[in-house]
């Protein structure tokens, strides 16, 4: 980011385009501000910290922060298309070295013709693409889509030795040219309205209005299997099916709503309605379908104003409560962990980079990738909620191996448990109701292949007709109302109970209702986790250190010690997050939350705290001015 001055008397923020997600500038109304920093340990941590120059990976996660994306994405699909259909009879170019491939405005406008270079073969506009990342041979030869724009990204700041210089300007050089290519050539991503209303032919729209009402789950799934085989039949050399193929605009469920149908929705009280909306906003919605969708709307615009400062607040309470959370030692050597159950993938990725063993007389072994566990395996996990390093400091064995560029680890640890809040609350906003059920792949794939008809029996039951026998029966019977299958034709219940929606609220809810107070502990240390990182990873993958830490201070064993201290006792009774501040330090409490309790705390042991010996939070030394005694600003050191 730079300040751009446009003229005399005023500035305004220049963004690089490459800068535009890691920070959050979606151009929405947020609010961008520029501070001065008059502390020389400020200026230090900002310049290693804060400048994308300097800062290539997220800190809850391995993903790198600058990615090519929308108009540019676009263009890295448009070239990377036909990557593997070569014609070896007419080559277009032979050149020896990937810097001598020419260009212009012809060979832009075709980039599908083959090059030869070094005796191997490739598209002209893979070439481009490795030629303006400044690499000297052809490294990147696959299709590129929102799903590898990752890979893009890691390949490049490997080739790089994981130099930052070279890797952003090597980034920002393919960005430039990229965009450049969109501006000036036949590939302009335009859309008209007949693009749109013809995604659904008449045999698929009579499916569609054949979705039924009384089963939400079974709705589900057909209307997701639809939705999937009206992409597939639909035209792929149209803008709007390659703008889509190349994630730059429209999700799914984006293009669904848009073109094909709404299909079904949630309510105000986050109730799936039995009757799903078969018509899209293309063709128009009756009165009825308008005013029927108008309550998960409204739901989304509430969910919105209600949520978000919820999860603001939590961020704030959650900052205090982890502050005194800094690496301090290797190793603290406990021998204990916490006993969980691997139950995803995504559990597995959040995962990576902790110890663990499966029976307690066992070595720690580091989870280094997916491979190293299994899915439905119990082991003993190594655990900042046990770590005993003294005045609540985390040893580095405890928290895992992870890159960190700082020590401040819990305030880390707050900041992006909360933003992944903070932005659930905001998609809650854009989906405005939408069914959010999560079918089974191979289900989906069945009904979008073989479906046929979908009729209603004279018994009140549901019949989908399928053209052939051959059906995962296991899976089908998954479904709720499953009643037999008979060779192409398997038959459901209709469904009188409602069915709840997967909601951002209700994830945001758990969170809390999770961190509150509870006088009697009822469960487990380890269930309490398990619930905490089950909502988190709905929202996306975090580092499972981070849930841990949230819960490391909050239960209580007798004579009102910390249990993560004492953890052969038994636990009475568990802190909200909130009371959480004021039991680790008076001050720090008072810090957070000025109240009649705080006060009372805060000068009752105020004296105590400025002289005994006993180790600040960043906070404490903040306010006592203790943080640095260096004031003053010299900025050749702070660079060096």
Not at 34 to 45: C, Q
Not at 329 to 339: L, Y
Not at 361 to 390: A, F, Q, V
Not at 398 to 414: D, L, M, S
């Amino acid at each position: 980011m730079k300040l751009v001055p446009r003229n005399d008397e005023e500035y305004v923020l220049g963004v690089n385009p490459l800068s535009i997600e890691p920070l959050n500038m979606d151009f929405d109304g947020d609010m961008s501000s520029s501070y001065v920093n008059h502390d020389m340990t400020a200026l230090k941590e900002m310049y290693t910290n804060a400048f994308l120059q300097n800062v290539v990976e997220y800190d809850s996660n391995d993903s790198l922060l600058s990615t090519i994306r929308h108009d540019a994405l676009y263009a890295a699909y448009i070239l990377s298309q036909n990557f593997n259909k070569l014609d070896s009879q007419n080559i277009k170019y032979s050149i020896d070295k990937l810097s001598e491939l020419p260009i212009t405005i012809e060979d832009l406008n075709n980039p599908y013709q083959t090059v030869l270079i070094s005796n191997k073969l490739f598209t002209y506009g893979i070439c481009l693409i490795n030629k303006w990342l400044n690499f000297d041979e052809v490294v990147i030869n696959f299709e590129i889509t929102k799903k590898q724009i990752q890979d893009i990204s890691k390949i490049t700041y490997i080739y790089y030795n994981k130099n930052s210089k070279k890797y952003y300007d090597s980034l920002g050089n393919f960005e430039k040219h990229l965009m450049s290519f969109i501006s000036m050539t036949n590939f302009v991503p335009t859309i008209n309205v007949d693009q749109m209303s013809s995604m659904v032919n008449d045999n698929l729209h009579l499916l569609i209005n054949k979705i039924p009402s009384d089963n939400q789950y079974l709705s589900y799934y057909i209307n997701d299997a639809l939705i999937d085989k009206a992409i597939d039949n639909f035209d792929h050399e149209c803008n709007l099916y390659k703008l889509y193929k190349s994630g730059s605009r429209f999700n799914k469920s984006q293009l669904a709503r848009s073109c094909i149908n709404i299909g079904p929705f949630a309510d105000e009280n986050n109730i799936i309605n039995p009757e799903p909306i078969n018509s899209s906003l293309i063709e128009g919605l009756t009165e009825k379908q308008f005013f029927m969708s108008s309550y998960g709307t409204r739901k989304g615009l509430v969910d919105k104003s209600r949520a978000t400062p919820r999860s603001g607040y939590l961020a704030r309470t959650l900052v205090m409560a982890m502050s005194c959370m800094e690496l301090a030692e290797d190793d603290c050597g406990t021998e204990d962990g916490i006993k969980i159950k691997v139950h995803s993938k995504d559990h597995i990725k959040s995962l990576i980079g902790k110890y663990y063993k499966e029976h307690q007389e066992d070595n720690w072994s580091l989870i280094r990738n997916l491979d190293d566990i299994n899915i439905g395996s119990e082991i003993i996990l190594r655990t900042p909620m046990k770590c005993h390093t003294k005045d609540f400091k985390i040893c580095k064995k405890c928290f895992g191996e992870k890159n960190n560029r700082t020590k401040y680890i819990g305030v880390v640890a707050a900041q992006c448990l909360t933003e992944r809040l903070t932005q659930l609350s905001m998609r809650s906003f854009h989906t405005s109701g939408s069914s959010t059920l999560e079918p089974i792949p191979d289900v989906t794939k069945t009904i979008k292949n073989h479906l046929i008809d979908i009729q209603n029996t004279p018994d009140d039951s549901i019949q989908l007709i399928f053209d052939t026998e051959d059906l995962p029966i296991s899976e089908f019977e998954k479904i709720e109302g499953y009643k037999f299958i008979n060779k192409n034709i398997i038959e459901y219940s209709k469904i009188n109970h409602e069915v709840k929606n997967l909601d951002a609220v209700q994830v945001i809810n758990t969170v809390n209702d999770i961190l509150k107070k509870q006088n009697v502990v009822t469960e487990t240390p380890d269930q309490y986790y398990n619930k905490l990182i089950d909502a988190i990873l709905t929202v996306g993958i975090t580092y499972s250190s981070y849930v841990e830490m949230v819960l490391a201070h909050l239960f209580i064993v007798e004579d009102d010690k910390f249990w993560r201290y004492n953890y052969d006792k038994k636990i009475l009774y568990k802190l909200s997050d909130k009371a959480v501040a004021a039991k680790i330090s008076p001050l720090l409490g008072f810090l957070y939350q000025p109240n009649k309790i705080t006060i009372n705390g805060f000068d009752n042991d105020f004296i105590d705290v400025i002289s005994s010996n006993k180790p600040l939070t960043f906070h404490e030394r903040i306010f006592l001015q203790k943080y640095n005694q260096n004031r003053g600003i010299n900025l050749d050191q702070a660079r060096s």
